[in-house]
């Protein structure tokens, strides 16, 4: 297995899973251009991508999928209701490359099963996926007002995890925001703080269910990566807890993980 958060951001998303024959993109919320720059500099040919996985339809998770969909005849899959509410936007796709899956069942590309799973936040059904290569799982979570048993569950067991460490409540409380923006991004239906991230990043290292953590979309203006990753060492450190906690970069690609 093969793993790259290509950007991860309030700004845009993309991240990159390979297994074998096998090469899934998660999110396109970037141009296509940079999202082609962006495999090629970890020696994938845009070609190649076998399929284009939608979390949800807001800009930063879909901005480049029909452009790439289109260029290179890749499928694009989502739920229904995230097509309905995407489909407007990306464009024209041929009928052979919009595919479908339910949330909450599992389904396969090639020797890849994808676990689409159900999270809290303000789309229309919004998922965040498990990848099972092999002997080995990856988790993205991110886009989540709150870790819900459902996604906890999930995360458990996985080898490598992206996890969402949007927002430094401070930050955010005292920032330029508007307050209707500010109680959306707190509420259960919003987006996970750094302080939330921590303490349950903390959880699953007591229950030695997790491998590899990288922390990302983060927000551009009420949060910064010294910041989350300060916040989520802290609590570690509370609890004696050494471990390694990594970033998810926003505007270039995270280190590859091969495992």
């Given at each position: 297995m093969r793993f790259c958060s290509l950007r991860s951001g309030s700004s845009g998303n993309a991240a990159y899973i390979g297994y074998k024959d096998v090469h899934i993109l998660v999110d396109a919320g970037l141009s296509g251009s940079t999202i082609e720059k962006s495999l090629l500099n970890i020696d994938v040919n845009p070609r190649s991508i076998s399929a284009i996985l939608i979390t949800h339809e807001h800009n930063d998770h879909i901005k480049g999928a029909g452009i790439l969909s289109r260029r290179y005849d890749i499928p694009i899959y989502a739920n229904e209701a995230t097509w309905a509410s995407m489909e407007s936007f990306i464009g024209d796709i041929e009928p052979h490359n919009k595919r479908f899956f339910k949330t909450g069942e599992d389904f396969t590309l090639g020797d890849v099963k994808i676990r689409p799973f159900k999270k809290s936040h303000d789309a229309s059904e919004p998922v965040g996926f498990s990848f099972f290569c092999g002997q080995n799982k990856a988790t993205i979570a991110t886009d989540l007002g709150y870790i819900?048993?459902?996604?906890?569950?999930?995360?458990?067991?996985?080898?490598?995890?992206?996890?969402?460490?949007?927002?430094?409540?401070?930050?955010?409380?005292?920032?330029?925001?508007?307050?209707?923006?500010?109680?959306?991004?707190?509420?259960?239906?919003?987006?996970?703080?750094?302080?939330?991230?921590?303490?349950?990043?903390?959880?699953?290292?007591?229950?030695?269910?997790?491998?590899?953590?990288?922390?990302?979309?983060?927000?551009?203006?009420?949060?910064?990566?010294?910041?989350?990753?300060?916040?989520?060492?802290?609590?570690?450190?509370?609890?004696?807890?050494?471990?390694?906690?990594?970033?998810?970069?926003?505007?270039?690609?995270?280190?590859?993980?091969?495992?």
């Amino acid at each position: 297995m093969r793993f790259c958060s290509l950007r991860s951001g309030s700004s845009g998303n993309a991240a990159y899973i390979g297994y074998k024959d096998v090469h899934i993109l998660v999110d396109a919320g970037l141009s296509g251009s940079t999202i082609e720059k962006s495999l090629l500099n970890i020696d994938v040919n845009p070609r190649s991508i076998s399929a284009i996985l939608i979390t949800h339809e807001h800009n930063d998770h879909i901005k480049g999928a029909g452009i790439l969909s289109r260029r290179y005849d890749i499928p694009i899959y989502a739920n229904e209701a995230t097509w309905a509410s995407m489909e407007s936007f990306i464009g024209d796709i041929e009928p052979h490359n919009k595919r479908f899956f339910k949330t909450g069942e599992d389904f396969t590309l090639g020797d890849v099963k994808i676990r689409p799973f159900k999270k809290s936040h303000d789309a229309s059904e919004p998922v965040g996926f498990s990848f099972f290569c092999g002997q080995n799982k990856a988790t993205i979570a991110t886009d989540l007002g709150y870790i819900s048993r459902g996604v906890a569950a999930n995360i458990m067991d996985s080898d490598i995890v992206l996890l969402e460490s949007n927002h430094d409540v401070d930050m955010l409380i005292n920032g330029t925001y508007p307050w209707p923006l500010k109680k959306r991004i707190l509420s259960p239906h919003g987006h996970l703080s750094n302080k939330d991230a921590a303490e349950a990043i903390k959880k699953f290292i007591k229950l030695k269910s997790i491998g590899k953590i990288y922390l990302g979309h983060l927000s551009q203006n009420n949060n910064k990566p010294e910041i989350a990753y300060k916040t989520v060492i802290d609590v570690l450190k509370e609890e004696g807890i050494d471990y390694e906690i990594n970033m998810a970069l926003r505007y270039a690609e995270s280190d590859i993980v091969e495992i």
